[in-house]
């Protein structure tokens, strides 16, 4: 009689946690369907123009610009698209996850304090700042699947794609689009939201560039302290792990490693956004 006591108050605090969870993911769902022309747009455009000018103009050159393509050489053996689309998949689930977390956080710890607002519902804190980590995860898979499309057909040679293992492809997804999640709380928490854009310009797109996204890592080998160096990138593992998963003829990154250090990315990030989070809402 006493342990039926006990757990029902204990079944209803986690009903109702579960109750103002959803609450918040279904507002956010509802916001982001107000704005999903916005959000498209954003996702595509910057893959699209990149796919554009070095997967279908630049083949098609003629003339002396022709012999000086400078993406003919890039595939080692196989066609440049076959190279960029796991990465560009990688570029729309970072840029997406980030975007989702670290602007609207910029906006929410401004002047008019829009955070206390949703900190007031029946939830941990913290628990918050796991709901923004999940939705954006959802917002950066839907990025992926939008530019997968685009990065096969866009391309004047299409990208040869051949997934060797769902729950691999699945995996990597998942933990790819967490971590994004992670870093745009940790970037959103760390820095002033009048900053937001300048952290973009110096954080964001360095590692992007650096995220063997347009080469695979191995390519690397001939400038070693590079290779190295950009270990402490994850969208190097995120890049990887999708090349990996979806073109595995090309070089890669071993699948166990690449896993291994997703999940250390996101729970590094994790703790450190979720602990930024509590000093700049409870601080």
Not at 105 to 116: K, M, N, S, V, Y
Not at 226 to 252: C, D, F, K, W
């Amino acid at each position: 009689m006493m342990t039926v006591t006990a757990a029902a108050p204990m079944t209803s605090k986690s009903v109702q946690y579960m109750r103002a969870f959803m609450g918040l993911f279904i507002r956010d769902v509802y916001v982001l369907r107000r704005e999903l022309f916005p959000f498209v747009i954003r996702v595509c455009m910057n893959p699209l123009l990149f796919l554009f000018v070095f997967t279908y103009v630049i083949p098609h050159l003629s003339g002396p610009a022709s012999s000086a393509n400078p993406t003919a050489s890039m595939g080692g053996g196989a066609a440049f698209s076959t190279v960029l689309l796991p990465g560009l998949m990688a570029v729309a689930i970072m840029f997406s996850g980030i975007a989702a977390v670290a602007l609207p956080l910029a906006q929410e710890f401004g002047i008019t304090r829009e955070i206390d607002d949703r900190v007031m519902c029946p939830l941990p804190v913290a628990a918050v700042a796991i709901e923004k980590i999940i939705f954006s995860a959802i917002q950066s898979m839907i990025a992926a699947a939008i530019v997968f499309p685009l990065a096969y057909y866009v391309p004047a040679t299409h990208a040869k794609t051949e997934v060797s293992s769902w729950l691999f492809l699945a995996a990597v997804l998942v933990l790819a689009s967490l971590t994004a999640g992670a870093l745009g709380l940790t970037i959103g928490t760390a820095v002033k939201p009048q900053q937001i854009g300048l952290i973009f310009g110096v954080v964001v797109i360095p590692i992007t560039f650096l995220g063997c996204v347009y080469y695979p890592w191995a390519a690397l080998t001939h400038i070693r302290w590079l290779q190295i160096g950009v270990l402490v990138n994850p969208i190097v593992y995120m890049s990887e792990g999708l090349r990996a998963a979806l073109t595995p003829s090309l070089p890669h990154m071993n699948p166990l490693l690449i896993l291994t250090m997703l999940v250390v990315f996101l729970v590094l990030l994790t703790w450190l956004g979720i602990r930024g989070f509590l000093r700049r809402v409870i601080g």
